[in-house]
Each structure stands twice: as structure tokens, then as C-alpha cells.
């Protein structure tokens, strides 16, 4: 099998998609002739036609609309918001029409599209090239939302995406997009290679969506994570030599519970980390969640690492960035606990 | 630089309040006939003017003039009559419906009729009309079936989008007719990835797109037309300018300063201005925007001028903001009144069988709800409760099906 | 004191804010001469001139920007979104302007304006005259959310966001405006007349932002509510006669923290209610930081009573509304749980 | 109707990509000077032709040609051209700190320098500029010291901002320069909203919002231009057309269908289209238009006919997408190479005393810059950790006091 960076994976999704199905398309900012700011639409251009991989206008709000339009007529289309920051200008479009459309219609009409977005930080990308915006679209009913964490998962969760009758939003973890970071941004950076999940079957296959995956097994306190926080808690993990179970959730809606709960009783501890504030962040759902369904089963509180209540600075990148080092005190608070 | 003056802030105010008269004296109104057609081919440049003038087709005494005149037979104006007669009928009963407390909600477009019968025939069964909630007479013109808009109304167990919307919010996918929402606007870019879908499957179908003067001054009316423009895409983009939106003037969305029309110059689109209670005129209008957008020439904009005769909806009262008698000031008339005055200028009717077709429309209609209202009203019969649950997603998660078990249904 | 309704205490405090403050101002979507479609904004035109309050474009987005930057010049626009539905278009300028402004330009330039707009269902508004949408701004860091529950607390925390140099978004429980309402649709509404809170002082008084109060006092269980739902787990409290103590936040940001633990370290028991749908929902954040701080006091989970993950149907109105009977069953699963 | 055809989708492509010859040819580009000059209060109505012209001052010679040109000073020319050195200075040696590693991002205005410069000479010290990214000559033509601009750039302990944005995301409200943002577009209102302020205080202040073609797409521009047109603003809306939007021509922003300033007529204010890299076409065209503010007359839009010179950012490379001699071949040439003939054909200026200018030039930046190193550059300096908790609110809640200390900070 190839190996693929996450890039190439989504590339490839895109790729094998736009070979199999005559009704998906591609469309964004600079996705076109450039293939994207990050390279994920590369070539796609150049190999399906104007038609099937082209430039919008710098309108958000305008891309989704017209995705819904396109998907109402009975296409799949997949579009880019260059940064997930971004995304706001379409979130009316998202709440109020895509993820609404099959309800209110009863399902005459539907919304089968994809929104793709490179999200989070550790690029230096100041304010607005860093955040996190899975809690606003976990809040809304009607659309999912899936994260990958790896070149594999990206792929297959991409192309379960674009088959999916339901309107997903994809968010992408930039920082993972040519190595599977850990966090640690003062060590050499890593690339894919090598990387088991870099392995990346040719041609189709679907991750399925609301499958979680146990990146790790273990047995002394549960981790919830996605997207770049499950390589910084698996280091933290192995750092602080606690013996974890580390659960990749892969997508926030649906959300695979049946594992949560099960790794929770299990373990009896449980810390949510995500790269998004913390207040009203989705680690509340989690940590609400898991306390819900495994009240007596719970040693300590559900602990949560999570970006800081401010606005993502510049200078502070890797003081705002939830870390391992934030995540090991996290798992040690967790255990130091009277069992 | 000249001495500075002291700026001050301009609120735009009608010409006229509650206790004042009416005045459309401002308005200026060219006779029918007097504006040229251009070929539906001609380049943007070209008809520049046209967004500045008024496209009329039928005069004071009914008789069709210019270039804009369509030939339609006695036929095809007739069942636009009655269409708008039965949205009438339709609107007045329904009205009352909810003022008895059967239902919460109901809006009518009283005044406005022409304007979604006639772009409703002038179009293909396969076209999709992306509507606002005036457009009604669309679904009367293709004979949309009364009793399922009743049952949706009362929210009933018979209701075909089980309870979910408000009501008039329909849906109506086999009659080109896309579900509608309580916002405003936000469907208008719908419209123009729609077209662009058919463009893009290399199809015959066009779109059509509705919004209401007040609306154009959210960022999707811009983004939609931006769209359009760029990727020429096969779409009617319409503004129903009725001059008002609840309780503010057009002077709020920007009528001071140009027309709705105008708009179009933005984007390098042709835009149309047309009288929107000349039922001929917007089947013209239509028309020939549709053989535009079917020649792969992309999208016109068309502002349809008309007046919301009553209030905007059950929750309102007009006589709060704007003279009462401002309704029949308006110069342009009632698209009813205008279309039957033609066909009895024409010999092809009559005040007799028109009567007669009221008569029969308000019987459909009261037959109509008196059997939806043997489904229910709202309150007394609903859908099953599980409906509250399906088709969130293409398939219940967990959350929906604990919740739904919850619930006891 | 004279007796007020909700509606006509915000204009009172609108009112009051206009005549002492000449940098206050008012616009929104048919604010004007007609008074608001709620009549929140009524004869305030009359009364101070078409500049002082006039009817905007039904633009919320731009209602928001044009707000900020008049902010920026150093006035304090109070605008109206029509429904809080119609805010998700605004969403954008909110979270990427307003909140903002004040950190990245360390201070140079604040947003000191106030967003009014009602929310809330049980008017048979259907989908889209119904959300609460809090929760979508309680994670936007920079930005304060208020949302009163009685007219005196209207009057009063609707002068302090307008007195604030932070930008709040200040949520009005449409279902209050004219009465109390318990969550009883089937009986006889209620005025505010004659409500203890519905004695509003004239003139200037302010309620501080992130104050909670307690509506009622109570031993066995901590119920954590606001808006509308204070007086329907008031309504449930009563009729399932347990001894709960009732919190007020009156505002989601700030929170009030200490009012939150010191009455759940008391109770050990909480019920959170809000009528948003759950999943995501301020109810996660809730039930998050309560297990948290309170852990070892805590008997049986946090329990949370919201409305249900989809959208809000016209016909279920009383279906999807968390009513006091589902409020009391929490009441009683809580107290239920061996202690 | 006639027989339906199969539509196809169109999506524009520029005339030119990588390998190609740049080809400019279907640019129609009148002589300097043809164009009139209205007076400044003259109706929308009587200038519907301007936003199709192109407003140029200054001949192939160098020399002013027609009504708009300006009588400026030789002293505020070399001004003028000083600032343009300096802006393009600053961004060539600040562009190759980025690429030595001292910070993560930087973004040049090259070739559209006279456009922040002039409009920055042409406004009041107390006028507010709701600048883009590429707007640093507005500073530099206002004098705005160099070091602190760098040390925002090194986000080190001596930022004004302190860390907070990313490097080029200035805020100088003493020197009427708006906080930036990463967003395109959303501050684009808040240009209108500032303005309405000063006409609600019955100030004198007006407002100048800026743009690039690229963002009109989005929601806020329409938004902004409402709000602009119904309440007539004091405001100077502009748009910078540099034709280039990161790779994506201006094509896909609309320009196949007609020009940016046609926008204006959307809005019934005036539109103009000016030759941006024209610094004397710019200052008339922003006079003009702050004059129509200044007497109430409302807002006007600006097209700048420019080109962008160089890449985006420091994240982009051009010769990607357009053919890498595209700017060489880009007919309206350099603002400075202009701004300097201007001045040496009036005999104000020669060859060395601009060698000696821009020396001096590169070495005040070069000064600053090593002042600025000296501070710290990117992750070797940066501000007090604290600061990141601080002015999110007026006052930090719980939770950031919670959180700061947490941080130990
Ligand atoms: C996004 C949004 N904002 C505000 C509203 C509230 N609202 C409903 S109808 C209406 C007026 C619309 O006026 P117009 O577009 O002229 O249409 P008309 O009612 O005249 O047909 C408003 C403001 C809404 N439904 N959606
Ligand atoms: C809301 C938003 N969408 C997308 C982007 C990403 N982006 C940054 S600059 C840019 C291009 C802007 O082009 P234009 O408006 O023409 O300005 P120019 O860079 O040419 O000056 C884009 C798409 C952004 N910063 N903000
Ligand atoms: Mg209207
Ligand atoms: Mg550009």
C-alpha cells in the first residue's frame, strides 16, 4: 500500500470519489487550478475538468448555499472553507437551511454535502487561522460532524462523508496534515512516513461514521480525544507511563457512546481533551455525558484539557496549545485521587 | 478642502403615516407599451436602461401594447384567472381559518398574485421555484391539490410534512416547488447552485428564485447573484417588490437611492423592471428571462412592483404604520381586477361566469378545510409523535432514538 | 412602584437609557415607528427621534457591523434582532468582530454594544421562532450572554449590558414578555401583574451581570435554570414538593460560579434546565463544571432536562418543550439514586 | 418556446496561466485625462457612465491630463512618492525577515502603494480608515513610527499589540488605522457604522472602508453598501481590484461580467473606476468623493484598477497559477515609476535624488528592523504571558483568573 500523508489522503478520497460518482464536485476558495491552499484538491483540476473541481468567489456563506442548491438537485457536492475559521459566514446556511432541508421537507428535498475545513492550531497562524469550531456544529441537529486523526481514517471517513445522506462538516487537523504532531513543537518535526495509519489503501473504502476508534488500550483511566489531540495525548500517555486507554472518537456527531461508556466503567477515570476553549466547548458534552452514564463507576471527576477561554494568540501559541504536559498533570490529577 | 459642515445622520421616512393620505406622487409611471424588448440574447451592456424603467404590457382599459405583449389564448388566460382567484379565495378563507383560533399562523398575497401564477405557468413542469412565502399562486396554477396545503396549515396527523413547519412554510417537490422556511432569504443561493446543477448535468432545467424587496439587503441576495453572475448559471432571480417588509417602506432596503432592478448592474446581469399586477407583462417578463437562461445565457434579475394590499401576516396590523386607504391609492391596480378587465375587453369573459368561477373557487376552498377540519386543527389532531424524530438524519443516532423512547413514542 | 410586564420594562429601561445617555442608540428591523414587532422598542421613536431609534434593513449581519463600528466611534447601539433564530446570519461579525476587537487591538478599540433579541419557544412559532441559541455564544470567549426571567431583572440587567464596555448579547424569554408562564400551556395564562418582580422601579437601576440569584431556596437538589425555565422548574419544584433550591443565573457569561457550587455543595444533588436542545448544549457545560467542582458532594449525576436533539416542530410544540413534568421526573430520578 | 438546448456549466479561467503569454489585450484602457469630472454634488443619475470608465491622471509622459487632476504641491508629491519608498521598502526587507525565519507571515502591497498612500494624504488627520492587510503605506504616509510596526511583526515583549495578532495585523487608532483581522471583509461595515456615528454626532469626521475585489463576494460588502446608501453615510467605500485574489483571477469575483465600481449602482451612489497605480488619479478621486461626504451627500464607491505585483503572502507562490511575467506586462505600470516621472518632467525631482531616497529609506527600515531584533524576533521574545488573558473582557471573569493561574503566569 502507499504510504500517504493526510494531505495525500484527502487527496485521494477526493480523487477516487470524483472517478466513481459523476455527481460529486468540488468547489472553493483556490481549490481550482492552484489545488487549495493546502494542496488537498491538487491535480484534481487538471484530471476531472473545470467542471468537477473549480474556484468560487470568497463567499462562504455563498459556497454552502449553492452546495445546498446542487445538493437538492440530487448532487454530492464537497466544498472547502480555506480555515475553519472561516466558516462562520456559512453557519446560518449550515443551522438553518443544510442541516434542516430533509425535516422541514419531510425529506422531498435533502442535503448530501460535505463541508471541508482545515481546523486548529500549532501553525502560527495567529487568531484566525487556528480555531476549533466543532462545538457550534455539535449543537446542531441535522448535521455531522467527523474529524479525522490519521491518513487512513481521513480517507475513509472523507469518502463515508461524501456518501452520507446527511450534511457533514469534515474537519480537517491542519497541524496533522504532513505528520502525526504530538505536540511537542520544540522537537524536529515528524512527517507520515513510516506512521502505520499512513498506509492508505488505493481505491474505495468508508471508515464508518460514528465508529470511534481505541488508539490505545489500557486500564487505569479513559482519554476521549480527536483530531491532533489524540497524538498529543497518546504522548502524554506515554510519558507519564500511566497506563490509559485512548479513545479516538474519529466523529463528534454521531457520537459512539456504546465505547465511551464502555472504556469509562471499564476504567473508572476519565479526561476529555480537546484544542478548542474550554467553556461550552464539546468536552461539557463529553465530560456531561460520561458522568450521566457512569456516575457509579467514576473515581474521580472527568477531568478536561482544552485550549484557554481567550482568542488564540499569536506569541502564545504553545501556551494556549493544550499539550502533553497539560494532559500528563490532567491524567495525574485524575489518579492521584482517593480511589 | 471647503470648510467642514456638521454631518447629519439621514433616516429614511415614507411619504406617508397613519392619518395622513396616501402619496405615490413621487412615483413615476410610464405607459403600457412604452418600453422596448429587447432581443433575449442582447449583451448586458446593451439594456442598461431597462432596470430604470417600467415594463408594462396591459392599459387602463385592458388592452395588451408594445413589444412586451405576449399572445397567450383566451385559454391560458383564463386558468391564470382563476388561479389567482382561487389564491385569493384561498388566502381569505385560510385567514379567517386562523382568526378562529384553528390554527397559528397564516400570511397572504393579496395583491401579489400575478406574479406567482403567472411565473408558475410561464414555466416548465420540471423548472423549480425556489418561493418565499407569498407564492402560493404558484402551486394553485399547476392545481396543487387544496386539502394536503389545509392539512399542513392545521398541522393535522394528515399533514404531508407531519407538523414539523409552521404553517403556508410548504413543501412541494412534484410541483416545482421548494420547501420553504421561516427565514427570509436564505434560500435565494439555492436557487442558483440548483441551476448550476442542471448546468452542470448538461440538462434542459431551470430555476427560479424569489425574494422580497426587504430581503435584498441580507448578504445572501448578494451572494446569490454573485454566484449566479460568475458561473452564468440558468436562473430567474425575482424580487417581489411590494414596498413593504412588516412594518418598514422600501426607502429601509433602499428604494430612495435606485430600484431594485439597479441591482443587476452589480453583476453585470440583465435586470427587468415590471409592473408586478400586469399579469402579461410578468408572464413576458418571465418568459423571456427563462429563453435567456435556457440559451446558456445565465441568470436575469427581475423586480416585479407591486404593493402588499393587506397585512403582512396574521400578526399584524397595517393600520398601525402606513394610511389604511393606501391599498387603494396604488396606482397599479389589482392584478385580478386588470386581468379579468382584459379578457372582457377581449369577449373572452364576462362578469357573470366571473362570479360564477368565485363561487366555485370559494366552494373548493370551504370544502377544502371542512375536510381538513375533519382531520383536525391545530391543537386537536397532530402526526404521531415519533414523526418529531425522523428525518433529522437519514437514520436516527442513539440521542434520537433514547429521546424518542423518552418521549413514550 | 409601578406594575410592569416584561416587554414594558425593557422599554422602560430603553427609555431611561436614552434620555441619560445621548451616545445610546437604537436600531433593528422594524424598531422604529411601529415600536418592534414585540412592541419592545414602542413610542421610543415618538419620544427621542428618528435617530435615536430607527428601523434598519433586514440585515442582521449587517445591523451587527454597522453596530461595532459605531461602537468603535464610542457610541452604545442597542440593537434589535427580531428573533433569535435570525441572529445565526450575524453570527459571524459576533464571534469574529465584536468579541474580539477589545484583545487585538489591546484595548485601542472596544465594542461596548448590546444585542437584543428574543428567544425561546411555546408561542407555536415553529422551527424558526423558537431556538435558544446560547449556547453557541456561552463558547465565544469576548462576548457576555444575559438572559432575564422576570421584568424587574429585565429593566435591570438590560441597563447594565448597555452600560457594559464588553459587547452582551442579551436574550429576552419571549414566552415571558407578557406572563410568567410555568410551562402549563393548558391552563389559563398569567399576567405579570401582581408578581412580586413585576414591581419596577422608575428610573436608573442596574442588576450586575454574573450574579445569580436564588428564586428559591431549598435542601435537597440544586436546580440550575434560566429564562423561561426558572419559572417552570419553579412549577415543577413546587408540584413534585421537594425541596430544591432554584438558581437564576441570569447571565450564562459571566457565571456565577460560587452561587452554583456553594449550592450544590449543599444539596448534593443538580438538575440543569434549559429549553435548547441538549446535546452541546450550556447544560454540558453545566453538569461538566458542577461534577467537577463539586465531585465528592455529589450523591447521583447531574441530571439535564432540555429539549430534544432536533429541530422544533410546529405541531409538538408541548412534545419538544422540557414542560414541568419533565422537570419533576428529573427531580425525582435525582433523589432517587441511593444516597 | 423554442426547442431547449442542453445548458453547460461556465467557469471562468483567466487569459493566462503559468507558460502562457500574459495577455492583457482585452483591457480597454482610455487616454489620461478623458474622462469628466462631475462636480462632487452632482445626482447619481447623471454619473451612470463612470463606473465604466477609468478615471487616469497622469500620461505615458508623466504628465496631468483633464479635470481630475489635482493641484498638489511638489512638497506633498515627494511625500507622497516617500511614502510609497518607504512602504516598499519596509515590505521588501520585512519580507525577507519572514523568509530568514524571524517571524511566521508577512504580506507586501507592491504596485498598489499610491492607492494607501494617497488616500492617507487625501483624508483628515481625524477621517478613520477601516484598512485591508495591504494598506501599511496609509501608516507610512501618516508618519507612523517603523520600530513598533516591527515589533508587532516579531509579536516580541515590545509588540503594541502585545502577541496578540499575527504579524501585519496592525491597529493605530491615533493615526486613524482600524484594527485588523484575519477575516476578508467583516470590518467593511464597521467602516459605515463609524461613519453613521459621526453624522449621528453631527461631527465632521468621515469614514474610509477598503476592500479587495476578491472579498466583494462576500455578504458583508452588499451589507455595508446597504446600509451605506439608506442612511447615506459619510463614507468612502473602496475597493482595491489587484485582480488577483491568492490564485483565483478576478474572474471569479465577477469581473467577466462587468466592473467593480458598476457595484454602485446597486446602491444608487456614485461609482468610480480609477487607475490605481495613478497616485494623482487617486488623491482626486478620494477628494472628490470626501467631499461629496463631507456635504452630506452620502457614500461613493471606488474601484482601483491595480495589479498585484507580487505574491499573496509569504505562503504563496504565483508563478503557480499566472505566468511569472504577468506584472512585467501589466499596462498601467508602477505607481512609483509614475509618481517619480511625474515629478522629474516638472522638474521636481531627478534620478539621484531618488537613489539618495530610497537609500536613506532602506537604511530607516534597515535601523528599525535591527531595533526591533535587538527587542527579540518571533519565539525568542514575546510579551509577558499574561497578556494573553488580558482584554478579552474589561475585566477577566473566573475563568480566565482560574486559567492564568493555572498557567502559573
Ligand atoms: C433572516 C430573517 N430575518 C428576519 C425575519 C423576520 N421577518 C419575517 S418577514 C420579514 C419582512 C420581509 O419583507 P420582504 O422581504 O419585503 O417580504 P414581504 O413580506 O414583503 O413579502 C421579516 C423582517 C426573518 N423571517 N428572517
Ligand atoms: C472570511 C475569509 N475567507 C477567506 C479568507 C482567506 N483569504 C485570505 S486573503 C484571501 C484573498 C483575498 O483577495 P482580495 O480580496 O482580492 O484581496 P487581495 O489579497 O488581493 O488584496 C483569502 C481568500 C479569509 N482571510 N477570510
Ligand atoms: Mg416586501
Ligand atoms: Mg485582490
Known amino acids: 500500500m502507499p504510504e500517504l500523508s493526510m494531505i495525500k489522503a484527502l487527496n485521494d478520497a477526493l480523487d477516487v470519489m470524483l472517478a466513481r460518482d459523476p455527481d460529486v464536485l468540488i ?226 456527531v454521531p457520537l459512539d457512546i456504546d465505547a465511551i461508556t464502555a472504556s469509562v466503567r471499564k476504567t473508572g477515570r476519565c479526561v476529555v481533551v480537546h484544542e478548542a476553549s474550554r467553556y461550552a466547548g464539546f468536552g461539557g458534552e463529553l465530560a456531561a455525558l460520561v458522568q450521566e452514564r457512569c456516575f457509579y463507576h467514576l473515581e474521580s471527576p472527568v477531568e478536561r484539557v482544552a485550549g484557554w477561554d481567550t482568542p488564540y494568540p499569536h506569541a502564545f501559541e504553545w501556551d494556549y496549545f493544550p499539550g502533553p504536559a497539560r494532559v500528563s498533570a490532567a491524567l495525574k490529577r485524575c489518579l492521584e485521587t482517593p480511589a | 478642502m471647503k470648510p467642514r459642515s456638521r454631518l447629519a445622520l439621514h433616516v429614511p421616512a415614507p411619504s406617508s403615516r397613519p392619518g395622513d393620505k396616501p402619496d405615490f406622487s413621487g412615483l413615476d409611471i410610464p405607459e403600457a407599451g412604452e418600453i422596448r424588448r429587447p432581443p433575449c440574447d442582447t449583451a448586458e451592456a446593451e439594456m442598461r436602461d431597462l432596470p430604470y424603467a417600467l415594463i408594462r404590457v396591459l392599459d387602463d382599459e385592458g388592452a395588451p401594447q408594445g413589444d412586451w405583449a405576449p399572445r397567450l389564448s383566451p385559454d391560458v388566460l383564463r386558468g391564470g384567472l382563476r388561479a389567482m382567484l382561487l389564491t385569493r379565495a384561498f388566502d381569505e378563507r385560510l385567514f379567517r381559518i386562523q382568526r378562529q383560533g384553528k390554527t397559528s399562523f397564516y400570511m397572504k398575497s393579496t395583491g401579489e398574485e400575478a406574479i406567482a401564477v403567472a411565473a408558475s405557468m410561464a414555466l416548465g413542469a420540471k423548472d423549480m421555484c425556489f418561493p418565499t412565502y407569498r407564492f402560493v399562486g404558484w402551486l394553485m396554477a399547476r392545481s396543487h391539490p387544496l386539502l394536503p396545503l389545509v392539512n399542513q396549515i392545521f398541522s ?27 427565514n427570509v432569504g436564505s434560500r435565494f443561493g439555492h436557487a442558483v447552485g440548483w441551476a448550476m446543477a442542471s448546468a452542470y448535468k448538461g440538462d434542459d432545467k431551470i430555476a427560479m428564485g424569489v425574494i422580497g424587496e426587504g430581503t435584498t439587503a441580507e448578504g445572501d441576495f448578494h451572494e446569490a447573484l454573485t454566484f449566479a453572475s460568475v458561473y452564468r448559471a440558468p436562473v430567474i432571480l425575482a424580487i417581489t417588490n411590494n414596498q413593504w417588509a412588516i412594518s418598514s417602506f422600501s426607502g429601509i432596503a433602499g428604494a430612495e437611492a435606485t430600484t431594485f432592478a439597479a441591482k443587476a448592474l452589480a453583476y453585470g446581469i440583465p435586470g427587468l423592471r415590471v409592473d408586478g399586477n400586469d399579469f402579461l407583462a410578468v408572464w413576458a417578463a418571465i418568459r423571456w428571462a427563462a429563453e435567456r437562461a435556457r440559451l446558456n445565457l445565465g441568470a436575469t434579475l427581475i423586480e416585479f412592483f407591486t404593493y402588499r394590499a393587506e397585512g403582512h401576516s396574521t400578526s399584524d396590523d397595517p393600520a398601525k404604520y402606513r394610511p389604511s386607504e393606501e391599498a387603494g391609492a396604488w396606482p397599479l391596480g389589482d392584478p385580478v381586477e386588470r386581468l379579468k378587465q382584459h379578457l372582457i375587453a377581449q369577449n373572452e369573459w364576462d362578469e357573470a361566469r366571473h362570479e360564477a368561477l368565485i363561487a366555485e373557487l370559494t366552494e373548493e376552498v370551504r370544502a377544502a378545510v371542512k375536510e381538513g377540519e375533519r382531520a383536525g386543527v391545530l391543537g386537536q389532531s397532530k402526526p404521531s409523535v415519533k414523526e418529531m424524530f425522523e428525518n433529522v438524519f437519514e437514520e436516527p443516532d442513539w440521542r434520537l432514538i433514547e429521546q424518542r423512547r423518552e418521549m413514550g413514542s
Open chain 1, 27 to 252: 468547489f472553493g476558495e483556490d481549490v481550482g487550478y492552484f489545488g487549495g491552499v493546502f494542496r488537498v484538491t491538487d491535480k484534481l483540476q487538471e484530471k476531472h475538468g473545470a467542471t468537477r473541481c473549480f474556484d468560487s468567489p470568497i463567499s462562504e456563506g455563498g459556497i454552502v448555499a449553492t452546495a445546498i442548491g446542487m445538493s437538492a438537485y440530487g448532487l454530492r457536492p464537497v466544498v472547502e472553507i480555506q480555515f475553519a475559521d472561516y466558516i462562520l459566514p456559512a453557519y446560518d446556511q449550515i443551522v438553518s437551511e443544510a442541516s434542516r432541508l430533509r425535516y422541514r421537507s419531510n425529506g422531498e428535498f435533502i442535503a448530501p454535502l460535505t463541508v471541508r475545513s482545515p481546523y486548529g492550531g500549532g501553525i502560527y497562524g495567529g487568531q484566525t487561522h487556528s480555531q476549533s469550531p466543532e462545538a457550534i456544529f455539535a449543537h446542531v441537529t441535522g448535521v455531522k460532524t467527523v474529524i479525522p486523526s490519521t491518513p487512513y481514517d481521513a480517507k475513509g471517513l472523507l469518502i463515508a462523508a461524501i456518501e452520507c445522506n446527511d450534511p457533514v462538516i469534515f474537519l480537517e487537523p491542519k497541524r496533522l496534515y504532513n505528520g502525526p504532531f504530538d505536540g511537542h513543537h520544540d522537537r524536529p518535526t515528524t512527517s507520515w512516513a513510516g506512521h502505520p495509519a499512513a498506509d492508505v489503501p488505493e481505491g474505495h473504502y468508508a471508515v464508518p461514521l460514528g465508529k470511534a476508534s481505541v488508539a490505545r488500550e489500557g486500564s487505569e483511566v479513559t482519554v476521549l480525544a480527536y483530531g491532533t489531540m489524540v497524538h498529543v495525548s497518546a504522548a502524554a500517555i506515554e510519558e507519564s507511563g500511566i497506563d490509559a486507554e485512548l479513545i479516538d472518537l474519529r466523529s463528534i
Open chain 2, 156 to 182: 393535522n396527523e394528515k399533514d404531508p410534512l407531519k407538523g414539523r413547519q409552521l404553517p403556508i412554510l410548504y413543501s412541494a417537490r412534484e410541483y416545482g416547488f421548494y420547501s420553504l422556511s421561516g
